[in-house]
């Protein structure tokens, strides 16, 4: 270990621009045998871990980064899998640059990170491959049953730990797969779809029963939950697009990012693709609105798709930029053109069909309430040509209480109130836990949140036991 100023900091090797665009394959390799054990003993085996306490999900980074080193694998992702139930997702699509990475005091004192994100990926790849990762094993039984409403990363996360301490799960999916954003938002080449599918067929394997195309609220009513099962999890995630100032709600080619990113994603499933023209870029010039993660995933889609041309606008600038740094330079050096501190004013449209989009060039003032410099109109406007405009601004909660027939005490932000300790909502039987409670977040906030609240129910459902045999 502490090899960290003599060995340099190295990720695997990514395809080369040209070659990944020309299709939706992950871009990253996987470290061998040799990388893995010397990007590993760079870690200094820090006493206060700041790598570990930035993580969401709190793993016990430095030891498992010493058993890599040692060659003691089974024993690290003994160690890794016992915090973290989706190790190689996290590996693949936390921005580690925010989290993890971005706090290592390797990285602090100017030596280059520890690449854990990509450490933790090649550890999990080689865990599937020896047939370290088993069936769940099933601590007791139960005869309590809990229903997850949703089979995003909370939703899967929740119903893994909840098997394991020997309840029946029943997950209720509206979609037609399973795993939410992992399948229909996420793009194949940042986290392939076999990958999550792999981990359905694990849980399932395990227990865990999935009921796809099943809509609470409308093909199952949410009282009969209630009737029949002793808790309910709520991980339903948050899909509802915030909107542009500018209203195009008649206009055919400016779409919300999700409905674009779904489409993409089906037809990479072997869905036929939509009748709607304008869910493809190829051949258009394309503007994506926004500056977070699914924006890039957008571009870079479109660019996969062979758009005529990219471009971003984001009303900020790139030091300011929501998303992981990483993944904007991937877009860049795929072609996306960038352009910053622009705020779309307008739509030049005909017969519902956008030509072009206004935007104002704007300059950085004060910081606002997020502690980032506001963007001021400088007073210029210019124009972009735009045959397909994608709003990617950020999701909001739906209006769940209607859709459910419920009185889920919610907050200002339409999200739904819990007790950050327990994820318990208004109603006792009632949890909720993911996107739906702290809004759209990153998966590993996700799986932290299945993890947490998948106790908080045991528990719940431990003492009701005890209360009704008394
Ligand atoms: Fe880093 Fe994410 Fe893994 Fe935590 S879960 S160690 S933040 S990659
Ligand atoms: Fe190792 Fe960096 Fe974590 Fe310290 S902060 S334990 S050097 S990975």
Redesign the pocket.
């Known amino acids: 270990m502490l090899e ?1 100023h003599k060995k340099k900091p190295k990720n695997p090797s990514k395809t080369e621009p040209e070659k990944r665009i020309k299709d939706f394959q992950e871009i990253y390799s996987q470290f061998d045998r040799n990388d893995s054990v010397e990007q590993s003993s ?5 006493g206060i ?4 306490i930035h993580c969401p999900l709190n793993n016990n ?2 030891d498992w ?1 010493r058993y890599i080193a040692e060659n003691r694998l089974e024993e690290a992702y003994q160690i890794s899998s016992s915090t973290n139930v989706f190790p190689e997702v996290c590996g693949r699509v936390c921005p580690q640059d925010r989290l ?2 971005g ?5 602090q004192a100017g030596f280059g ?2 690449t ?1 994100g990509n450490l933790e990926k090649y550890l999990t790849e080689i865990a599937w491959e020896k047939g370290w990762v088993k069936k769940i094993e099933i601590n007791s039984s139960s005869k309590q049953k809990v229903a997850i409403i949703g089979s995003g990363p909370a939703g899967m996360a929740a119903s893994s730990y909840l098997i394991q301490n020997g309840y029946e799960v029943d997950v209720f999916e509206k979609n037609d797969r399973v795993g939410g954003l992992m399948i229909y938002g996420i793009p194949n080449f940042k986290l392939d779809k076999s990958i999550v599918e792999r981990r359905t067929e694990w849980l399932k394997e395990s227990g865990v029963n999935f009921h796809i195309n099943k809509e609470i609220g409308k093909d199952l009513s949410f009282q009969d939950l209630e009737k029949n099962y002793d808790a309910i999890l709520v991980a339903t995630g948050v899909y509802k697009a915030r909107e542009l100032d500018i209203d195009t709600s008649n206009i055919n080619n400016s779409l919300p990012a999700l409905d674009f990113l779904i489409e993409s994603n089906r037809v990479g499933l072997g869905d036929t693709p939509s009748s709607n023209k304008y869910l493809n870029a190829k051949g258009k010039h394309i503007v994506v609105i926004g500056g977070g993660d699914t924006a890039m995933d957008c571009v870079r889609t479109a660019i996969r798709q062979k758009a005529k041309e990219v471009t971003c606008l984001y009303r900020r600038n790139k030091e300011n930029m929501p998303g992981s740094a990483r993944e904007v330079l991937n877009a860049e050096q795929e072609g996306v053109k960038f352009n910053w501190l622009s705020v779309p004013s307008k739509l030049i449209s005909s017969n519902s069909q956008a030509s072009s989009l206004s935007y104002k060039v704007a300059t950085l003032g004060e910081a606002d309430e997020s502690g980032r410099r506001k963007p001021v109109d400088t007073g210029v406007e210019k124009q972009i040509k735009s045959d397909l405009i994608i709003q990617a601004l950020g999701f909001e909660p739906e209006n769940l209480n209607s859709h459910f027939n419920t009185n889920l005490e919610l907050t200002s932000w339409n999200t739904i109130k819990v007790d950050f300790k327990r994820f318990q909502t208004s109603n006792p039987k009632v949890f909720a836990a993911g996107d739906i409670v702290r809004g759209a977040s990153l998966v590993v906030w996700a799986i932290h949140d299945g993890r947490e609240v998948a106790k908080s129910i045991h528990q719940f459902l431990k003492t009701n036991q005890i209360k009704k045999a008394s």
Not at 42 to 46: D, T
Request: glycine share 0%; charged share 15%.
């Open positions: 960290f760079r870690c200094s085996q820090c871990p700041f790598c570990q980074i430095p980064l993890c990475e706090n290592c005091v390797v990285e990170a520890i854990i």
